[in-house]
């Protein structure tokens, strides 16, 4: 029998568990708390990566998503605008905050529609979420000028699985109000779970100093600014531990090389199943982004082709799988969001299957796949 090829093999680099070791014997850091040196060197690692300004250290995209929901003052029936197709935290940070939901459909990319969008707008739009699957984005531009002569909408970017993705030459994350990454180890980089939160609209920097920091003035006490160490707003706990800054420094440092090997993987499979469009479709890219070939998929023609197929691949000892349910079809989506206007982001999420990509996976491995596919589809190698 075949061995199997899994989806997803978490990376890593082998210099996880010395850094570790050094945080246990309290060589480099004085707690296992957080703000710790790896802490410190993992920001400066992010800032020059993404070339951003003002990063902050959190327990997850999630966590990022809920310190946003504090730093904008979400109130009750403030409209958040998100795709349907993202994973469930990313909506549940602002219900949990009083938001309500609106639902907008994906475009081909899987990336929310710019033209439906516009509709959606209305005078309680207090955010846009834009979700950068697969490291494609929006046209910035269009979206400028959907939202000139607005009030005040502020867009933020979940950029979960986009860390060094490009927008022409700025780095996605860095384009909105705020940007928010995800280190799980799904991604392409990792520590276990974790994420980090960019504030791009400095306005709100100091507000964000103060609920990262649960509310209290404990910067501003440790520099000596203030004789008082104090709550003062409402904040967040949502830090990364200086246990998995650890970890995560040496994947940080590595993600130039990961990105090099995710793209081969991509490309061997772009190259060998890219032009059977007959029998279904590959990702494709806006010419306006470079992505870090996070994923490699295909969306066939009909879901029943998915459940086959997905099965097929099962007895081969191949691991494929969907991603995400629409929000909007769910069981908390339909309480929140009864509109019928999203079918082709429903009839988009049943048709993606998603191949194992990942750094590690051998070449014989992905000929392997690649085999298969040609061979459930009838297609002549």
Known sequence: MSKNVFFNKPYITNQEISNIGKVLKKKLNPSFGYQGRFSEQCVKEIKKITKAKNVFLTSSCTGALEIITNIINIKKDDEIIIPSFTFVSAADAFV?????????????????????????????????????????????????????????????????????????????????????????????????????????NETYLKKTKLIWNRGTNREDFENRMVTKYQWMISGKSCHLSEMQAAFLLPQLKSLKKNTTIKRKIFLEYFKKLSTFKNYFNVPAFNKFNKSNYHSFFIVVKKNIIRQKFIKFMKKNNIQTVIHYEPLHFSKVGKSLYKKKDLKKTYNLSKRIIRFPSYVGIKDNQIKRVINKTLEYFNIDK
């Open 96 to 200: 949990n905050a009083g938001a309500k939901i609106v639902f907008c459909n994906i475009d081909e990319n899987f990336i929310i529609d710019l033209d439906e969008l516009k509709s959606k707008i209305t005078r309680k739009t207090k955010a846009i979420v834009l979700v950068h699957y697969n490291g494609n984005s929006v046209n910035f531009e269009k979206l400028k000028k959907i939202l000139n002569n607005k009030k005040k909408i502020f867009v933020i970017e979940d950029a979960a699985a986009a860390l060094g993705s490009k927008y022409k030459n700025e780095f996605l994350g860095t384009k909105g109000d705020f940007g928010c990454f995800s280190f799980h180890e799904s991604k392409n980089i990792h520590c276990g779970v974790g994420g980090a939160l960019l504030v791009n």
